[in-house]
């Protein structure tokens, strides 16, 4: 890539979960410091992994609280409103018996091995909870 390219090409930042909603404090975090990153217009990429998949279930972001943050259902609505592309492991929701077209919420990419890598090599930073 040349010096040109460097310069316009936006940040991004992946935030890589795998804790779900048995553990709200940090699921709430990488929703948090997204929707931060989107206000900044640093480009923000959440992918659920694990027991995170559930995370993406249409009936359980309303249920996510935790005290002193924000609910899940709300920063989800912001991050999407602000741009930001959510991401979930098809073998991890798969084995978990989540229909993509029934359960999972609107927005949500299934995202395999190949995919998840380009995310990886094309990001400025790669956070993981």
Do not use: W
């Not at 027991?51 to 249409?58: C, E, G, P, R």
């Not at 924000?70 to 609505?77: G, Q, V, Y």
């Amino acid at each position: 890539m040349s010096t040109e390219e460097d310069k316009n090409k936006k940040e991004n930042i992946v935030y890589v979960l795998t804790k779900g909603p048995e553990n709200a404090e940090v699921a709430l975090l990488p929703f948090m410091h997204a929707v931060g990153a989107l206000t900044m217009d640093i480009g923000a990429t959440i992918v659920l992994m694990g027991s995170a998949v559930y995370l993406a279930h249409k009936e359980i972001p309303k249920h996510v609280l935790y005290a002193g943050k924000p609910p899940l259902a709300e920063l989800m609505k912001n991050f999407f409103e602000l741009g930001g592309k959510l991401f979930i492991c098809t073998p991890c929701y798969k084995s978990r018996q989540l229909d993509e077209k029934s359960d999972l919420i609107p927005n949500v990419e299934p995202l395999a091995a190949a995919k998840y890598n380009e995310i990886l090599l094309n990001a400025s930073a790669v956070v993981s909870y």
